[in-house]
């Protein structure tokens, strides 16, 4: 039969339809490169010092949060200051909290993960206590992630994916960006390997999209990974709760232009980037993927600037 | 003891009676037959004792006996017979012996997933086996999704969830890795289109298992069919065992055909009323079956004006869920005496039995009529079905040959693996799933030749880790279950979609001025813009429906089998198809009431064709007798268009037909095609069930009392001649000449 393939259109971007056929013609000559790599040294000037919360302040700010203890909210811990009562150690006698202390102060020793859990019990994402877990890392285990992508969707492909981490005091980024449909399995592979020497994302929405998007992909091409394991400090959440009522919109750019004071030059918007990938992959014109590679660092850098920022918001000692 | 013959006599007496009742037929009653052979651990025993089962009926027992044997089996025996109860100790059994396995029940809608739920719930606490089972859907929370992808046992899910989520598998892996049983229930639901897409959704599902290294087993229970187990193996790419004596028992049921055109002053809907509140008041509890929502409304409406001491109520989908729940209770507990329904409560929602079903309107499937008859008959009491037909070829055929009725075993079901649109839709869903090795991705279809466009369009991609999916839009998102591809047109009131349909669809449905149904609600298309794919409705109160009036023109492009008959030959191929929209009329009643013209391109499609090429010896024949051979050619087509979806289980639109007293070869044709882009597979069914075909349509012709052609034999509704020229007698001598 006669097959009608105009229903096929459907399954390409309006922006892909032309050309598809060239593009074929020209990936099967000329696409020797899978993957561009292109790194990065940052100069964050005055932010690259600002050290991360350190342990004691975490201790400190564990000891007089009272709403770790079940059945305490915001309300009763205010109540529990009225009454002169500043630590979970003045409620060591108490008969009916006494238990509960003990049990918070063997969760403290435990370390981490046990924290991390009662954490996740007990607060919301965008807590100040789930920021200051930044205190069990050094600067140097944090690995700074931001993809960018064909579609929102992870049934599509991953176009660069953007690291950004410190290293002998310096902020470097490096971006991964697939040159082909080959180039997505390689630059997958190369991330695992940039992530073995790290321990926790910061990421800006990087739960619901950036690292499942990189997990489905990564077990779509059967590439093993353990994402799961590291901890992502995504600053949506903190932003939100940080920043509430100074701006409607909690997108990186918004808060580069409201909350950095950070103006990005000659920036394209995420919208744009499948456009600059097309024209690159029809014309195989290396100077379209720069926009999408620039974009991509000004993203991870304000992703930098927004943890010193909540950091010097949150943790004045 | 309230008797049923009483009941019926005493009828004859009120005033809305005129003779209508044509024939009662006495069903006999059936005991039960239980099979008293098969063990069951002590856990199952204490199940059963629960449910105050002490023995299982031999349809129940063989079907456990085959899944206990690793045999993917179907199970298609009556509504009410138990079928619940066999996937139940299936899976029962495995979480007994097995910890951690798993158990995926797939149902057509979500209503009844929820009822299954309860089932489930109640067999943990009596059988005292734990395990986890949830509801999986478009309406489940997110942290619940994912609460249930980690420790559920047994997920209940349907189709179109399932379309959604099988690119997530990483996250089922547990799940999917484990997984024992496929559950299928009501499988006849997937059938045509929606069928077909599920097929494929199925293929998907069994590429991710067979990557997780998982066999499960598919248990299928489907209506009656003709065709049980060449259709469970089409839907599931399996081998199957069928299960189709049913020891389950039922009381004497009494079918009662009405036929409403014996009082023309009052509709069929009126008389409904009527039946269903004398009924009530003599402590009958009754459930009446009609057509649309708007029908329930107003035949509730109708009878609560009338009778103000019995409270009639309503049922349908739309209705808030918790208002739909506790009229089911209130059914079961006997307290609601009367209710109108849509084919809303046909599934298996659990109402208990009744003593009086009203089938008003041929619900368009022998098994759905007899879902609709089942909910009658409580514990073996006598029970009494009303059938009134309305007034068209096949379903006043029907109340003329109540054996086709009694014939459970008469409609074939029917899916395509070859329409193009949607295996080239699913393909691409199933390599953004998982990247193919393979050109055959489907381990029973050949997919090679669409691989090949797919790669040429740019949407798939050889690379050293298999083929992958490089289209830039996610492929689940277009593909709709409901659909076979092509060009789509979206519904729209003031820019909001109500519904997504195909292009071929539109120009019968919803062309500007037409009446469009949706969920039993009206809408009036203001215009149908086919350069946006946008048809502007607006939600409108009417007591009038819309029909199109078109021409068409068929043109054979391959000829794949045929065989040669006494004065015919008979082919099945493919053809492309040119219709073309002159006007639609609007009847109100019956009665057609204006006449509008369209101006619309024609509409052309390729599709599946079964057709007739009749010997020049037959016209010579019918001229000879003086009868008009373009007439009798043309009445014979719609007849056999007519009768065609009681074979291929299909509504009467899904199917197109053709006459050509002198087509390219100067021979006579008729042609009947599937009115899709690259159909669905029932003219290929309706070639392999032709000669069936044939002889119940000269019956059905014959039979009809009219004397030159009405719409219950020869006239077709949506005949853009206006049925003309029509010969009825000619078209009698003409099927005949054809045996």
Request: glycine content about 6%.
């Amino acid at each position: 039969m006669d097959f009608d393939s105009d229903f096929l259109k459907k399954f390409h971007n309006p922006e892909n339809k032309k050309n598809h056929t060239e593009q074929n013609k020209k990936n099967i000559d000329t696409d020797k490169n899978k993957m561009l790599i292109n790194e990065f040294n940052i100069d964050l000037g005055e932010h690259l010092l600002h050290p991360l919360p350190d342990k004691d302040y975490f201790i400190s700010c564990y000891k007089k949060c009272f709403e770790l203890i079940y059945g305490v909210r915001e309300k009763k811990a205010k109540k529990f200051n009225e009454q002169n009562i500043k630590s979970l150690e003045d409620l060591s006698n108490d008969i009916k909290y006494s238990g509960f202390v003990k049990n918070l102060f063997k969760i403290l020793d435990d370390g981490f993960h046990e924290i991390k859990k009662i954490f996740g019990r007990r607060f919301s994402s965008s807590h100040k206590m789930a920021f200051l877990l930044l205190s069990f890392f050094k600067k140097e285990d944090l690995l700074f992630l931001d993809i960018e992508t064909m579609t929102l969707f992870p049934e599509t492909q991953i176009i660069t994916i953007g690291c950004g981490f410190f290293q002998n005091n310096n902020f470097k980024t490096i971006h991964l960006t697939a040159l082909n449909e080959e180039g997505e399995y390689e630059i997958l592979n190369e991330f695992k390997k940039l992530l073995e020497t790290k321990k926790a994302f910061v990421t800006f929405n990087g739960k619901s999209f950036d690292v499942p998007f990189i997990d489905m992909r990564m077990s779509y091409y059967n590439i093993e990974n353990n994402l799961n394991i590291y901890h992502n400090f995504d600053l949506l959440f903190f932003t939100k709760k940080a920043f509430k009522g100074l701006q409607k919109s909690f997108t990186l750019k918004e808060i580069d232009k409201n909350i950095l004071k950070k103006y990005r030059k000659n920036d394209i918007s995420g919208d744009d980037v499948f456009y600059y990938y097309n024209k690159y992959k029809i014309t195989k014109n290396m100077n379209f993927l720069k926009p999408i590679i620039n974009h991509n660092k000004e993203d991870i850098l304000s992703i930098a600037l927004l943890l010193h920022k909540l950091i010097s918001v949150w943790c004045k000692n | 003891m309230k008797n049923i013959e009483t009941l019926l006599n005493k009828l004859k007496k009120e005033n809305f009676y005129k003779n209508q009742i044509k024939e009662i037929i006495k069903i006999p009653d059936k005991k039960p037959e239980f099979d008293t052979n098969i063990n069951f651990s002590k856990n199952t025993l204490k199940y059963l004792k629960g449910l105050k089962i002490e023995n299982l009926y031999i349809h129940q027992a063989e079907a456990i006996k085959y899944i206990r044997d690793g045999k993917n089996t179907v199970i298609t025996t009556p509504t009410a017979s138990g079928k619940t109860l066999i996937f139940n100790i299936a899976i029962l059994e495995e979480l007994e012996k097995n910890f951690g396995v798993k158990g995926l029940f797939i149902y057509p809608a979500k209503a009844l997933a929820n009822d299954q739920l309860n089932g489930l719930n109640q067999m943990k606490k009596l059988s005292g086996i734990e395990f986890t089972a949830g509801i999986y859907d478009g309406d489940t929370p997110s942290d619940k999704k994912k609460y249930l992808r980690e420790n559920a046992d047994i997920i209940l899910t349907n189709p179109y969830e399932l379309h959604q989520i099988l690119s997530y598998h990483s996250k089922w892996k547990k799940f999917f890795k484990n997984l024992k049983y496929v559950v299928l229930d009501e499988a006849h639901r997937y059938r045509g289109i929606f069928g077909s897409n599920v097929a494929f959704v199925l293929r998907r599902l069994k590429r991710i298992l067979k990557y997780y290294n998982s066999n499960p087993l598919f248990i299928l229970s489907t209506a009656s069919l003709a065709n049980p187990l060449e259709f469970a193996e089409k839907l599931t790419g399996e081998k199957f065992i069928c299960v189709e004596n049913s020891g389950s028992p039922s009381g004497i049921k009494y079918l009662c055909l009405w036929d409403a055109s014996q009082l023309p002053e009052k509709s069929v809907h009126t008389q409904t009323k009527d039946i269903l509140l004398y009924t009530t008041k003599n402590s009958f509890q009754t459930l009446a079956f009609t057509t649309s929502r708007r029908l329930a409304e107003l035949i509730r409406m109708w009878a609560n004006k009338e009778e103000k001491n019995i409270e009639i109520l309503s049922y349908r989908a739309g209705y808030e869920p918790s208002i739909r729940r506790e009229i089911e209770k209130k059914l079961k507990e006997g307290i609601i005496k009367g209710l109108v329904s849509t084919n809303a409560l046909e599934l298996g929602i659990d109402i208990g039995q009744l003593d009086v079903i009203i089938i008003s309107g041929y619900p368009g499937t022998i098994s759905s009529f007899w879902q609709q008859a089942g909910r009658a008959g409580r514990k073996m009491q006598p029970s009494l079905i009303f059938f009134l037909p309305y007034e068209d070829a096949m379903q006043k055929y029907l109340i003329k040959n109540p054996e086709i009725l009694l014939n459970k075993k008469f409609e074939n079901a029917i899916i395509s693996l070859e329409n193009k649109n949607i295996l080239s839709g699913h393909l691409l869903c199933s390599i953004s799933e998982l990247p193919a090795i393979d050109k055959n991705i489907f381990s029973d279809i050949d997919t090679s030749e669409i691989l090949n466009i797919v790669i040429d369009k740019g949407l798939v991609k050889k690379t050293s880790h298999g083929f992958i999916y490089t289209g830039s839009e996610r492929p689940q998102n277009i593909v709709s279950l409901d659909n076979a591809g092509g060009k789509n047109i979206k519904i729209k009131i003031d820019g909001k979609l109500l519904e997504e349909i195909s292009i071929t669809r539109a120009y019968r449905e919803a062309h500007s001025g037409s009446i469009y149904l949706y969920n039993g609600e009206t809408y009036f298309i203001k215009e149908l813009d086919l350069n946006e794919g946008i048809a502007h409705a607006e939600k409108k109160d009417v007591d009038y429906f819309t029909e199109p009036l078109k021409n068409e023109e068929v043109k054979i492009t391959n000829i794949i089998k045929s065989k040669k008959f006494k004065s015919f030959e008979l082919f099945f191929g493919n053809v492309s198809v040119t219709e073309y929209y002159k006007g639609f009329k609007a009847k109100k009643y019956g009665e057609v009431i204006f006449y509008e013209d369209l101006q619309m391109p024609p509409l052309h499609f390729n599709t599946q064709s079964v057709w007739v090429k009749l010997d020049d010896e037959i016209k010579e024949n019918i001229e000879k007798l003086k009868l008009d051979f373009d007439g009798a050619l043309h009445a014979a087509e719609h007849a056999l268009i007519a009768l065609s979806p009681l074979f291929a289980m299909c509504d009467p639109n899904d199917l197109g037909g053709l006459s050509y007293p002198v087509y390219e070869d100067g021979s006579p044709f008729i042609f009947l095609y599937d009115a899709y882009e690259g159909g669905i597979g029932l003219s290929e069914k309706l070639y392999d069930i032709f000669y069936n075909l044939l002889s119940e349509t000269i019956e059905m012709v014959k039979k009809c009392e009219c004397e030159s052609g009405c719409p219950s034999c020869v006239y077709a509704h949506n005949c853009g001649n206006n049925n003309n020229p029509i010969d009825k007698a000619g078209a009698v001598v003409l099927m005949e000449k054809m045996k």
